[in-house]
T-cell receptor, first 112, second 115 residues
Framework: SQQGEEDPQALSIQEGENATMNCSYK?????LQWYRQNSGRGLVHLIL?????REKHSGRLRVTLDTSKKSSSLLITASRAADTASYFC????????????FGKGTRLSVIA | DAGVIQSPRHEVTEMGQEVTLRCKPI?????LFWYRQTMMRGLELLIY????????DSGMPEDRFSAKMPNASFSTLKIQPSEPRDSAVYFC?????????????FGPGTRLTVL
């Protein structure tokens, strides 16, 4: 399975601190995506990084990708209470029809 | 655009009853995905369509589950008969024709409770 696995499963930090979440996967990928899910809501796309990219930024988000280690990290800087949510990584396989596969997520709590 | 629309938002039914979940994808999106989310198993892909044609239904748990997409703007996921273990949140998502590898836009989900 190419399923991504996020680490840690849960993370609790103080407002203003940085939050780092990691994702590992098993097969070669076309791209890796990060999504956020607020409680009781659908997933919202945050950022996509392609296999030939190593780092990408979007506002307070920074994503890195290391294809040699089959891993990615999501950094949220200067966290806010509103960042409290579950964060999922998802991967598209490089070949075949295998669709986007999601990990089980990291639950982030930002305490004001 | 209103985004992906799902109905109903909540469904409570009794074991053995038929359940139909509905989804309207974002206009112009050619890919539609049905997911199921539970605490135990996380987010699982059930089936996805491209241009209204089912491409991969290997995630459909058993014959009690069926999905259709009669046109580009509507899809249903049906469970007949329903069982308590089907209780979950069911999400529909869509993406552009530019690639199945692109961003997916999720609906708000249908929370299904089977008693």
């Amino acid at each position: 399975s190419q399923q991504g696995e996020e680490d840690p499963q849960a993370l609790s930090i103080q407002e203003g601190e940085n939050a780092t979440m990691n994702c590992s996967y098993k097969t070669s990928i076309n791209n890796l995506q990060w999504y956020r899910q607020n409680s009781g809501r659908g997933l919202v796309h945050l950022i996509l990084i392609r296999s030939n990219e190593r780092e990408k930024h979007s506002g307070r988000l920074r994503v890195t990708l290391d294809t040699s280690k089959k891993s990615s990290s999501l950094l949220i800087t200067a966290s806010r209470a509103a960042d409290t949510a579950s964060y999922f990584c998802a991967t598209w396989a490089l070949t075949g029809n295998t669709p986007l596969v999601f990990g089980k997520g990291t639950r982030l709590s930002v305490i004001a | 655009d209103a985004g992906v629309i799902q109905s109903p938002r909540h469904e409570v039914t009794e074991m053995g009853q038929e359940v139909t979940l509905r989804c309207k994808p974002i206009s112009g999106h050619d890919y539609l995905f049905w997911y199921r989310q539970t605490m135990m198993r996380g987010l699982e892909l059930l089936i996805y369509f491209n241009n209204n044609v089912p491409i991969d239904d290997s995630g459909m748990p058993e014959d009690r589950f069926s999905a259709k997409m009669p046109n580009a703007s509507f899809s249903t996921l049906k469970i007949q008969p329903s069982e308590p273990r089907d209780s979950a949140v069911y999400f529909c998502a869509s993406s552009l024709a530019s690639g199945r590898t692109d961003t997916q836009y999720f609906g708000p989900g249908t929370r299904l409770t089977v008693l």
